[in-house]
């Protein structure tokens, strides 16, 4: 009789994947260039302008790179394994903005109408506001899951802050729109921190809902249409987007909440039906709405005819926008290579400058290569957010991973859209690069929740336990 060991004894009870590298050093290189570019073009900037290197350079540079540091730190702490490329790429157009603002701060005209000269301040400490919030999000922020329970809470939470700027007092009427409030001297613009709330509501409503909502009545014209009781869920955030397009007169938020909306339910139930109806739906809200609603009428006018709105309202004949008109001027005066750093006059555009038309500055300054650079810098935000969607383990961080790159995406084409004149303007701020403090501090928090749920979903499985009951099972043999 002799025995051995059995050969299920080097097999293990669970089976570990092979994870995929760290590669935080490949982010602190990248974030290297992300800072050395800024300030690279805020010298750019002083040179062309006065003729020598801004005395500010040096405190530029060491407060950017500061900050971009305390972020890769964060990072390698408390998400090792997160995406490499969303710090970087957040903070090279992050820095970027702020050469912007500062370049049109040296504006005199702006500053004779005291709409420049101390923005560029104001939003380096907004900037820090916002790593501040991204550090915080990663900290306590373990688990991305843990914010599915959160559900229905997150839904009254957004509701809240959209009903806000309704609040006689407190909201504020500026240029016709009806979505900031006054806190002090600040003013914050809710609607920004609503789209990630409301990414997580619709990420734990569909995760749960999606079953019954795939399901189809009938099949028509190659399409599934979906039932009645069905079309519950999207008739109310429809009439969300309509009553925020009427009541604040905010046509950019209702686009985006729609479409997010549109977007997540169609990932989750993967029926082309919920994009047909989506697009019908928004399309007739919105021209019901531009039928008696003026401010919605005269963005449509200044998007139909830029050149006469900028004729009437020179003239004081009581045109809507000339802004629309000036901006397509920059884009022109731009051409392909730009007029270089600090030498456009997108100031003319004045209030708007170094908001809503921002991207104007950087199509005349950087031209047509700029303009495609910063987009191609967009469309890799949005498609790592997406390739974390994809390499999400859980349906809930899928569905929370695309709904956030797509309203992203959405913010990003309604804003250069209406700025290009390719859709009517809707009064939105360019991620990163515009000034306001709301913008800026809500996306830094949105990158935050990505790379937790990246961070989760690239981390190696557990290691390998080994089973000791199959150390001790041997088999006899004669």
Known sequence: MSSTTNPSAQHTSTIGAIGAPSRRNTELALLVFAVVIPVFAYANVGLAINGEVPAGLLSYGLG???????????????????????????????????????????????????????????????????????????????DHRVLQRYTYISMLGALVLLLLPLVPGLGQNIYGAKIWIKIGSFTIQPGEFAKIVLAIFFAGYLMVKRDALALASRRFMGLYLPRGRDLGPILVVWAVSILILVFETDLGTSLLFFGMFVIMLYVATERTSWIVFG???????????????????????????????????????????????????????????????????????????????????FGEELGLAGIMALLLLYALIVERGVRTALAARDPFGKLLAIGLSGAFALQVFVVAGGVMGLIPLTGMTMPFLAYGGSSVIANWALIGILLRISDTARRPAPAPVTNPDAEMTQVVRP
């Open 64 to 142: 950017l790179g500061l900050m971009a540091g305390v972020g890769h730190l964060v990072v390698r702490k408390f998400a090792p394994y997160a995406d490499p490329l969303m710090l970087p790429l957040a903070t090279l157009l992050n820095g970027l903005g702020l050469v912007a603002i500062w370049r049109l701060d040296q504006s005199e005209l702006l500053q004779s109408i005291h709409q420049a000269g101390t923005a560029a301040p104001r939003q380096l400490l907004y900037t820090a506001l916002g790593i501040a919030l991204f550090v915080a999000v990663l900290v306590f922020l373990k």
């Open 279 to 361: 697009l019908l739906m928004s399309s007739a809200g919105a021209v019901g709405v531009a039928s008696f609603e003026t401010h919605v009428q005269g963005r449509v006018q200044a998007w139909l005819d830029p050149m006469k709105e900028y004729t009437l309202s020179r003239a004081g004949q009581g045109g809507h926008s000339e802004q629309a008109m000036q901006a397509l001027w920059a884009f022109g005066s731009g051409g392909t290579l730009g007029t270089g750093w600090g030498q456009g006059h997108s100031d003319l555009i004045r209030f708007a400058a170094n908001s809503d038309f921002i991207l104007a500055t």
